[in-house]
């Protein structure tokens, strides 16, 4: 795939995340938000674990966008490393995280779904800024320096992993209309 297939499909997956997860907090009240089940994290302590790990890859990316060359045309691939990081993180995955990106136990307020939709636009945002650079372009990886991704990597990483902590929100949320 290039990327000038890949940036519209990515924009619009993310797109898709956005609306998912907004849809499934706001059918939540503030203890439902909050409510901690015996195997993991609240739904807003996910969304909280969201924006942890993924401000470290914005960050990231926000300087590869300044020295990217151009480069449209590029067949893209995802890494052996990134192929890994998708397994465990991504939709499929269930590798517990690291002590630094646990979430506090909250309580948490219907905030932190507004600071998570402005941080996950912000990857949209760089994801227009890369369109026409090569996004085979090499970064180091924000937790594990000694290795690198691309930034097609890295975009597909985050998608990956919203995939998975969305469909976990979504969960959580049909549990509570079970109850009702």
């Given at each position: ?14 797109e898709s995340l956005i609306a998912r997860g907004s849809e499934a907090i706001k059918a ?24 942890m790990t993924h401000g470290h890859y914005i960050d990231a990316l926000v300087q590869a ?116």
């Amino acid at each position: 795939m290039k990327a000038t297939e890949y940036l519209p499909a990515f924009r619009e997956r993310i797109e898709s995340l956005i609306a998912r997860g907004s849809e499934a907090i706001k059918a939540l009240d503030l203890q439902e938000l909050n409510a901690v089940p015996e195997d993991g994290w609240s739904p807003a302590q996910i969304l909280e674990h969201m924006m942890m790990t993924h401000g470290h890859y914005i960050d990231a990316l926000v300087q590869a966008v300044k020295q990217m060359p151009a480069d449209p045309g590029a067949e893209l691939h995802l890494s052996r490393f990134a192929r890994t990081l998708i397994r465990f993180g991504g939709p499929g995955g269930n590798a517990p995280a690291p002590r630094s990106l646990h979430p506090k136990p909250g309580p948490y307020e219907f905030e932190v779904l507004s600071r998570w939709e402005a941080q996950t636009r912000e990857l949209l945002a760089i994801s227009g800024e890369v369109a026409g650079k090569d996004l085979s372009f090499a970064i180091r990886n924000p937790f594990m320096k000694a290795f690198k991704m691309s930034v097609y990597d890295c975009l597909e990483v985050f998608a990956q992993h919203t995939e998975r902590h969305v469909g976990q929100i979504e969960d959580r949320a049909a549990i509570h209309f079970l109850v009702e």
